[in-house]
């Protein structure tokens, strides 16, 4: 995976893949944490228990026709346009869907103090 100091150093011609650049995860997972997590009333922390319902909301950033359809099949209204544009593919996974970039993006955000990562009791 690319970073944005590693861009320099591509042909000029070549056409830049936001989903080459870790940077571009990081912010999703960042505001998706953001906006799902729970803050703890001690710390004022937000708090995101565990990582596979973290890849289970990113899926449906990600697939935005998927939200709509479960959104309806709940019978609420939400003002979301489905597209078949998929931004960043995920992989079907034993637990539901997956990206192996978590790894990585995970500790790039609690490298920058963005992010806390703590393991759970397993």
């Not at 571009?24 to 703890?40: D, I, P, Q, S």
């Not at 596979?52 to 709509?68: G, S």
Request: with cysteine.
């Amino acid at each position: 995976m690319k970073s944005i100091s590693s861009v320099g150093l591509m042909p000029a011609g070549q056409m830049l893949v936001a989903d080459d650049f870790v940077e571009f995860h990081a912010c999703r997972l960042l505001l998706l944490l953001t906006g799902c997590g729970v803050r703890k009333r001690d710390t004022g922390d937000v708090v995101l228990s565990g990582m596979t319902k973290m890849a289970k909301l990113d899926f449906f950033v990600r697939y935005p026709a998927f939200f709509a359809r479960a959104v309806s099949h709940l019978g609420l209204e939400v003002d979301v346009e489905p597209s078949a544009a998929v931004e960043s593919r995920m992989i079907r996974f034993h637990y539901g869907p997956w990206d192996k970039r978590y790894n990585q993006v995970l500790p790039y955000l609690q490298a920058r103090g963005l992010a806390v990562v703590e393991p759970s009791g397993r």
